[in-house]
């Protein structure tokens, strides 16, 4: 059992910089694959990057490619989502989810546990 709790969103200008984070709570946090996931309004949720529990492999979003950066510190039970060069389009709830998987997971549907949403809104 995982309970996961975010912070750090907000309200930034366009070309501004966020971070998340995700911190975690549970036995054998380390052992789980970490994403990240948002969803604007009217629109689905969709991937953003995800981490494998060794932090050894990274997948990204094509929208955030070069601009997000997901760290993990396993000894925190913290995930980070640094977000630079914020464009007004990245608006949205993010979340973060965890499961434990052989195969690191872009879709939403394949984790487990959830945390409770931060909005990130970029302004113009």
């Known amino acids: 059992q995982v309970q996961l709790v975010q912070s750090g969103g907000g309200l930034v200008q366009a070309g501004g910089s966020l971070r998340l984070s995700c911190a975690a709570s549970?036995?054998?946090?380390?052992?789980?694959?970490v994403g990240w996931f948002r969803q604007a309004p009217g629109k689905e949720r969709e991937f953003v990057a995800a981490?494998?529990?060794?932090?050894?492999?990274?997948v990204y979003a094509d929208s955030v490619k070069g601009r997000f950066t997901i760290s993990r510190d396993n000894a925190q039970n913290t995930v980070f989502l640094q977000m630079n060069s914020l464009k007004p389009e990245d608006t949205a709830v993010y979340s973060c989810?965890?499961?434990?998987?052989?195969?690191?997971?872009?879709?939403?549907?394949?984790?487990?546990?959830w945390g409770q949403g931060t909005q990130v809104t970029v302004s113009s």
């Open positions: 989810a965890a499961v434990i998987t052989s195969v690191i997971q872009t879709t939403p549907p394949l984790y487990r546990y």
């Open positions: 549970g036995r054998t946090f380390s052992t789980y694959d």
């Open positions: 981490i494998r529990w060794t932090g050894g492999r990274t």
